[in-house]
Structures are given as structure tokens and as C-alpha cells.
């Protein structure tokens, strides 16, 4: 009883050290290049039945303030069976730095969006290599809030990517995102090698070759990730960045089961992390299994000075957490979401750890793009 007792009380401390962080966290930006000797950069886009999404994604890199002559846009089309392809040729024909590759099958033994990587990186030019998603639009100085990070010793940087969509469901991911933008930003800013977010992320280009390039990096259902390390075990420097110029809008994931599959997807994935990531994992979750569970224990022997400790934990988590949240808003320079929403959120995280937790364990595939995969 004691060590339960004990897993709320660490995760305040865990709260109290992500926030001392986040509020003295200075997202720095260096004047690396000069507006004569701009690097060429390719973008990368993976996209699979993203016909409803595929088009912004377009136009939003089609509006980055940056030499158009210096920007190659490589879709990578998954083998879409809806209008995707049709969609991103139109921009294709009208613009010539755009360029769609279709993605086949092979016996590389890579799926997902590795596999699209892997086809795509031969046909990139640039000096450095900018990944997203189809279905995230970036803002108009995403590439050089990026590359004020990339000096001469960095290999890989991670920008921050929210929700931005309609909907009770698009605003309570979008504060779900902000959160964990903000847990992987003060890993990073501790100087510990977190991950980076897959949708919003740039690579040098010696760097990434330097690992060989996805289709000699062992496969894993979290690509991002898998660079990630990968970059960093060859002796690279790292960033996660946290302000208003790399910040990315995601549209929001449907239906609470897809939204399972992706956190099965993303926690499958994260096998290989470091020790003490899990070490996270296992406070944030026990958290929410604890609380109940210990309620439920003192409410039946009428302990109640003791549930009223429960009581007040709970309440400083969600204090301690809203603070942080209010503080990553701000760093990304978008408008704080109100007390009411916080308080909803609440509900909704303990909803979204406690079934994810029980639908990791269920021996189900993961699925993603109308794809299983058994990780």
C-alpha cells in the first residue's frame, strides 16, 4: 500500500521538474546563413489516402517565405486508392520544384512510412532534408526556423507539431499534442536524446546518409524515431524546438479507436526507447490506475483524511500540469486554452491512458492507413 501510496507523490516530483524546465526553456535561433548562401533543401511528404488534406498540405509549402529555386517537394504517393495521387499531380504539372513518386512494393522488408522514406531520399537534391506528413500544414517560416538550429555539428532537429481541427475531439488533441510536445522539449533541453516528431523534423543530409538512409536502418513502426537514434549514435548533435516558427498544425486523428491504434502504434514503436522513458510511462500511467484504486481502497474503510491526501495530490497535478500547458501555448506564440477546457481535458486524459494502457496489452495489430501490422 505504501508503494502506491508512492507513485502519485513521484509524479508530482516528475511534474515539478518538467515545469522548472519548461519555464526557463530560451528557444534559441542563430543566424547560421545569410540570405546569399541559403542552403537547397527537399521536403519530404508521405501521403496515403489523403485526399481531403493533401491540398493544404501543398499550398502551405507552397507559401514558405524561402527561395523558390531552393525548394524541392518530393510526395511520396503510398499507393493511395482515393484522389491522392490525381491531387498532387495537378501541383506537379503547375509547379516544376514539385515532384510525385509512387511508392511499390519490394523486398526491402521495410513498410509504413519507411518504406516511403526509402524511395524517396534517391530523388533528394537538397543540402538538407525536411520531413512532414500530408496532412500537416507548416507556416510560412518553417524552414529557416529549422535550419537557425542546424550548426555545424547538428544532424538531426524536431519542431513542434499541435492539433489544429474542428471539433470537441480536434481541441482536446490539440492540448494532447501541446502536452507532449512540451515533455519531449524538456527531455531535449535536460540534455537527454529524446525523439523526433515525424511530421515536423529536418535532417542534414551527410547525417542521414552517414546511417545509410532508411533502407539499411532496421525497420521499425516509428520511423521518426529510428532516424532519430540512429543520427545521434553516429555522434550528431540533437534539438527539439519549441517556438512560433516551427510550429505545425495536424489534423486531428478520428474516431476514439484510430486514436487507440496510433497510441498502440507510437508506444510499440517505443520498445526501443531508453530505460527511463518507460520509467515515465510507468508513473504517468500508474498514475491514473493508482488514484482510483486507492479511493476506492480508503472510501471502503473510511479513511477519509487519507482520500482527502488523494484528493489534494490529484488537485496539484492538474494545477502543476495546466501551468505547463498555459507555458507551452505561449512559447509557440497561440492563445491559451481556458480554464474550462483544461478541466474537460483532464477527463479526457485519464479516459485516453487508462484505455490505451489495457489496448496495448490486447494481442491486436496495429492499425494505420488501412494497414495492420503486427509489432
Not at 542563430?30 to 488534406?53: F, H, M, T
Not at 509547379?95 to 513498410?111: C, P, Q, R, T
Not at 496532412?135 to 518553417?142: E, L
Request: glycine share 6%; charged share 20%.
Amino acid at each position: 500500500m505504501t508503494f502506491l501510496i508512492l507513485i502519485p507523490a513521484l509524479y508530482l516530483l516528475v511534474q515539478t521538474w518538467q515545469l522548472s524546465v519548461l519555464f526557463r526553456y530560451e528557444s534559441r535561433s542563430l543566424q547560421i546563413y545569410g540570405a546569399e548562401d541559403l542552403p537547397d533543401v527537399s521536403i519530404w511528404v508521405a501521403c496515403r489516402n489523403e485526399e481531403k488534406n493533401i491540398r493544404a498540405c501543398i499550398d502551405s509549402l507552397l507559401k514558405l517565405n524561402y527561395p523558390n529555386h531552393k525548394i524541392q517537394i518530393l510526395i511520396g504517393n503510398d499507393q493511395s486508392t482515393d484522389a491522392t495521387r490525381e491531387i498532387a499531380l495537378e501541383f506537379a504539372q503547375k509547379h516544376a520544384n514539385i515532384k510525385v513518386i509512387d511508392v511499390v512494393d519490394n523486398d526491402s522488408g521495410l513498410k509504413a512510412k519507411a518504406r516511403v522514406m526509402a524511395q524517396l531520399d534517391v530523388h533528394a537534391t537538397g543540402d538538407f532534408y525536411l520531413i512532414t506528413d500530408a496532412d500537416v500544414r507548416v507556416k510560412p517560416n518553417w524552414i529557416q526556423g529549422l535550419l537557425s538550429n542546424m550548426d555545424s555539428e547538428m544532424g538531426v532537429c524536431s519542431g513542434t507539431t499541435m492539433v489544429r481541427s474542428n471539433g470537441i475531439d480536434g481541441w482536446l488533441q490539440e492540448i494532447d499534442w501541446a502536452y507532449f510536445m512540451g515533455l519531449l522539449n524538456v527531455i531535449s533541453y535536460s540534455g537527454v536524446p529524446a525523439t523526433a516528431v515525424g511530421n515536423n523534423m529536418i535532417i542534414r543530409k551527410e547525417a542521414y546518409w552517414q546511417t545509410g538512409g532508411y533502407s539499411q536502418i532496421q525497420f521499425s513502426i516509428t520511423e521518426d524515431y529510428k532516424l532519430y537514434s540512429e543520427v545521434c549514435a553516429k555522434g550528431w548533435k540533437w534539438n527539439n524546438i519549441m517556438n512560433g516558427d516551427v510550429l505545425a498544425f495536424s489534423e486531428k486523428t478520428e474516431g476514439f479507436g484510430n486514436l487507440l491504434h496510433q497510441r498502440k502504434r507510437w508506444l510499440s514503436g517505443g520498445k526501443e526507447l531508453p530505460w527511463y522513458w518507460w520509467i515515465l510511462f510507468a508513473i504517468y500511467g500508474g498514475f491514473y490506475f493508482v488514484i482510483p484504486l486507492l479511493s476506492i481502497y480508503f472510501l471502503w474503510e473510511a479513511q477519509y483524511t487519507a482520500l482527502s491526501y488523494l484528493g489534494l495530490l490529484w488537485g496539484l497535478k492538474f494545477a502543476f500540469q495546466s501551468l505547463q500547458i498555459h507555458k507551452i501555448f505561449r512559447l509557440v506564440n497561440e492563445k491559451t486554452p481556458h480554464l474550462g477546457r483544461l478541466l474537460i481535458y483532464e477527463f479526457y486524459l485519464f479516459a485516453v491512458t487508462t484505455f490505451t494502457a489495457l489496448f496495448f496489452v490486447l494481442p491486436v495489430k496495429t492499425k494505420w492507413k488501412n494497414r495492420s501490422y503486427k509489432v
